[in-house]
């Protein structure tokens, strides 16, 4: 047992007020004579030890009362954990509220937001006026970021609304913890209250260093069932004018009912555009694929829905990107022109070809095309390295196919800039290509069926390819040698394709092979940027902008196509890299345009976290076991429901109270005294 005032225990010296007045009392037996009777003298006898009996049980009677009035003015209690609230402190109180788009579910108590609201004004309503609140939500606002006065707190818990913003149950604790560190109080205590979804209840990422009590209040509901749009993706990544696009959709099905013949729409720039219906099983996923045909350049605005209730926020995905008319490809030739590029792109529709001697090439062009042929220079001086690294950096695209006569040492500056391989000495051994690195995004979709005994091309004569330490490069058509003919090698947002050979019949067969059309008219067409299609609201990713130009002082703004919507997001420049960060001033999904200045400069789309789609909750029994698997010994579910959450809170925090039944006791003794004191009388 403690003790909430223990100096109050020093009032137990007023015990020794009855036992003195019961030692010292005055009050004599006077003796009277009377005639020598023996009988008188035997109820004379009786009466004194009557007397001295009632004397005793009053004084024990006072004396009780006065310990546990002492006890009573002490707050005697008794305590269930080692967080204990500080009567005499200001205590820290950290309360997390749920408020995604799961908790607009119901229960028997109505919707789990507003009960989650209720029960934290009951936890704020345990502790003093003057301790410290922090409310905290899902949106981490810059409001929750410091600690307030009760009041405020109950002003705040008012205003929670749902939010499409998603945290998991570890960020949220550590979240908490940097705010103690700060407050530097006696005691701190954290609430989380949620429906604790199992995709987002995870206590692994909880670092050791969280040492306070964290109590877990669930607020269940008895909706499990959900059907929503899960992702979409493209199997080409580059998209053209008048090409045939294959949307790939993934549908998901959280209950245990099948579902059958159910639509779903795509509209691309608010025009309907396909219409396909799918059949899915309890508690499985669909897959479709929707084929049309792009009609327009520029960029593209898609939407996919589905009709599907309660949940609906997950029932329209959107998605962005761009169509390109024409793809601006320069080659920069060291001598004469290159006969089998020129056959290949000469009066191609997309591929915009263009031929440049590298001698009068002006550097600042360069920005102006998307690919770039680097075609037998016989050497890569400082100014073409310097403008070819920002290009690629920016997300051009370089192939470098190298010269018999190359100066060796100029070209490999140029690659260990861009952090490629570099090249060794010449091989004239004839060697042939072994295989295909299909995995490559380069080979996607550009052979139906490759035969067992694919016949590929001879290398006559090649330069040998040196691995360097920081190359994260892929072989693309490895030789039999060991060597590569040819690689890609990524760096910043672009690409280097390095050939091991001059494009020559003289050195190799590969110009007269059907590989040679593939290869490279692919490097072409990736050589457009590639955009995501789609970003989720709630992680505040980075947003590149690999096409903007702006200069000292650019101002972007982000406008929502459906609705009266702007935001200014911060800019990051890092290098060549230019950014943009939201910090969550995009609430809603759908698609918008990024603007530079007045002209727009590309698209993106927004979607709500899927994470929220799946509405399985943990229950009381498996919260209590995830904890027990993480070792975590100061964090516990709570589990009382036969008291109201106030009283078991405060009985959790303060112990086992006392005071109450030793004033109950105090007066109960005086009461018997007062009526020992009537009924007893001394004789």
């Given at each position: ?225 959900n059907l929503y749009i899960d992702s979409c993706w493209f199997e080409a990544p580059v ?35 396909a219409v396909a219906s799918f059949n899915i099983k309890g508690g499985g996923e669909a ?369 086992i109270q006392l005071w109450k039944t030793f004033l109950l006791l105090a007066l109960l ?15």
């Amino acid at each position: 047992m403690q003790f909430v005032n223990p100096l109050f225990l020093l009032g137990l010296l007023a015990i020794a007020i009855p036992v003195v007045i019961h030692l010292f009392n005055f009050k004599r037996f006077k003796k009277v004579y009377f005639t020598n009777v023996k009988f008188l003298q035997e109820i004379k006898l009786q009466s004194q030890k009557q007397s001295r009996l009632r004397h005793l049980i009053i004084l024990f009677l006072r004396i009780l009362a006065i310990l546990c009035l002492v006890l009573a003015f002490a707050q005697p209690y008794i305590p269930i954990n080692g967080n204990q609230i500080k009567q005499q402190a200001r205590n820290a109180v950290s309360v997390y509220i749920d408020n995604s788009f799961s908790m607009e579910a119901r229960n028997e108590n109505g919707i789990l937001l507003d009960e989650a609201k209720a029960k934290a004004r009951e936890i704020a309503s345990v502790y003093k006026s003057s301790d410290l609140f922090q409310l905290l939500t899902n949106d981490f606002e810059g409001s929750q970021q410091r600690f307030i006065t009760q009041e405020e707190f109950l002003n705040q818990v008012d205003e929670v609304k749902i939010s499409s913003a998603v945290k998991d149950i570890s960020t949220v604790v550590r979240r908490q913890s940097d705010l103690f560190l700060e407050s530097r109080s006696p005691a701190n205590f954290s609430y989380l209250i949620s429906d604790f979804q199992t995709s987002t209840t995870t206590l692994a990422d909880i670092p050791k260093s969280v040492n306070f009590n964290t109590v877990l209040i669930p607020v269940a509901s008895k909706v499990s069932n959900n059907l929503y749009i899960d992702s979409c993706w493209f199997e080409a990544p580059v998209h053209q004018l008048g090409q045939g696009e294959k949307l790939k959709v993934r549908i998901k099905n959280t209950s245990q009912e099948p579902f059958e013949k159910i639509p779903l729409k795509l509209t691309i720039n608010n025009k309907q555009r396909a219409v396909a219906s799918f059949n899915i099983k309890g508690g499985g996923e669909a897959e479709l694929e929707i084929p049309y045909t792009n009609h327009e350049d520029g960029w593209q605005f898609g939407k996919l829905e589905i009709t599907d209730y309660p949940i609906t926020f997950d029932d329209r995905f959107y998605f962005t990107y761009p169509v390109t008319s024409t793809i601006k490809a320069l080659c920069i030739n060291g001598a004469a022109e290159n006969v089998y590029l020129n056959s290949l792109f000469a009066g191609d529709s997309i591929v915009k070809y263009t031929n440049s001697p590298e001698s009068s090439l002006n550097y600042s062009t360069i920005d102006n095309f998307n690919f770039i042929i680097l075609n037998q220079l016989p050497a890569i001086n400082t100014g073409l390295s310097q403008a070819l690294t920002q290009f690629i950096s920016k997300g051009g695209c370089v192939t470098v196919i190298p010269s018999q006569t190359m100066d060796i040492k100029s070209y490999n500056n140029f690659l260990a800039t861009v952090h490629s391989d570099l090249f060794h000495s010449k091989d004239t051994a004839k060697v042939k290509m072994t295989s295909i690195n299909f995995k490559n995004i380069l080979f996607n979709d550009v052979f139906e069926s490759v035969p067992d005994n694919l016949d590929l091309p001879f290398v006559f004569s090649h330069f040998r390819i040196e691995k360097t330490v920081h190359s994260s490069g892929e072989t693309l058509l490895p030789l039999a040698d060991g060597c590569s003919f040819c690689s890609v090698y990524p760096f910043g947002k672009g690409y280097v394709y390095l050939f091991a050979s001059p494009l020559d019949s003289k050195y190799t067969s590969f110009p007269r092979h059907t590989l040679f059309v593939p290869v490279l008219y692919r490097m072409a067409l990736l050589s457009a940027n590639i955009n995501k299609l789609f970003y989720n609201l709630g992680n505040d990713e980075i947003i590149d902008l690999p096409e903007a130009k702006t200069g000292s002082e650019p101002v972007f703004k982000i406008r929502s196509k459906e609705k009266n919507f702007e935001v200014i997001p911060e800019i990051k420049k890092t290098g060549l890299r230019l950014s943009l960060l939201m910090h969550h001033q995009i609430k809603e999904a759908g698609n918008y345009t990024i603007f530079d200045g007045n002209k727009d400069i590309s698209g993106i789309a927004f979607n709500y976290d899927r994470r929220e789609s799946n509405l399985e909750c943990l229950s009381i029994n498996k919260l209590q076991n995830l904890i027990d698997k993480s070792g975590k010994k100061n964090i516990e579910v709570f589990k009382v429901k036969e008291k109201p959450l106030a009283e078991a809170l405060s009985e959790m925090n303060n112990g086992i109270q006392l005071w109450k039944t030793f004033l109950l006791l105090a007066l109960l003794f005086l009461a018997s005294e007062v009526v020992l004191l009537r009924i007893w009388k001394d004789k």
